[in-house]
């Protein structure tokens, strides 16, 4: 799979998930046996807005190339009468963050980093098929955010040292048969604790991400039974304030600055078109995403 996204980039929370990386059939299990995902990711941000929608002066750009590896295991037997199996991403990502003036720990206007970021693993996720097959519903009872790298002092770091926590449910409704498709994943994130976040004020501070909410989504239109066009998205609000752990040695100036930026809940919804081809035992999509908010 292959998604485009030109983009507003977000600020606050655990910004963890790779918004709008589930689109067609996201709630359809598949039958039993090993699988694999193979996701090529780009999001590029040109601005970044405070509470009130105005731009943040100091933020240029933000270019996301990211690799992800899926695996899947569906395991023959049933649990409380549905599918049940596990899975594992393996992401890679390369970031680039450009601002108009020096910012953050390293004092710079352009920081890179690249790596793995974190493992997502569930230990349980269920499919049930309802609805004479009309309904589908995939449930994960959380996926496990498990960091594989501490922050440096670089505003653009990959490196992840706090671990979130993500309840999913994903649905794909088709009443039509196999022409119409409407889709959703739904997801909640928990994160934990945050050592040394690097701010744009040149301090690390430790901080609790606030909570998210999120969902992707698609419907989509059967053109024949192995070419489906649509139309896809996500949307993404931060429910609860991020908290910065302040003390004396922050200067005053500063942590009236970072208690500001504790009321920024990032908000966005994006949407663009998406196609999914099936050839044989492989599935094709490529799609395109904007963001407004």
Known sequence: MLTLQTSIARAGGGASYPLGAEDFMSGAFPPPGLYFDNYGY???GGDMKDEDGDDIAAFDELDVTAYVLRFIWISDKTFLGS???QH???PYLDVDLDFKVPVGPKAKSHYHDNGVPYLIYSP??????L?????HIAISAVDLYIPMGQDDGNMATVGHNFWTFEPVAAFTYMPFGWKWAFSAKFMYDFNTEQKDCPT???LEVDRDPGQEFHFDYSISYGVTPHLRLGVNGYYYKQTTDDDYKLNATIP???QAL???DENNHSEVFAVGPGIWYNYKNMFFILRSQWEMG
């Not at 349980?124 to 098929?129: A, D, E, F, K, V």
């Not at 609805?131 to 309904?135: H, S, T």
């Open 131 to 135: 609805m004479q097959g009309k309904l």
């Open 42 to 44: 780009y999001y590029h």
């Open 252 to 254: 005053a100036p500063v």
């Open 83 to 85: 599918q049940y199996g």
């Open 200 to 202: 744009v004020y040149g």
């Open 258 to 260: 970072l208690n500001a």
């Open 124 to 129: 349980l996720i269920m499919g049930y098929h």
């Open 88 to 90: 594992l991403f393996i």
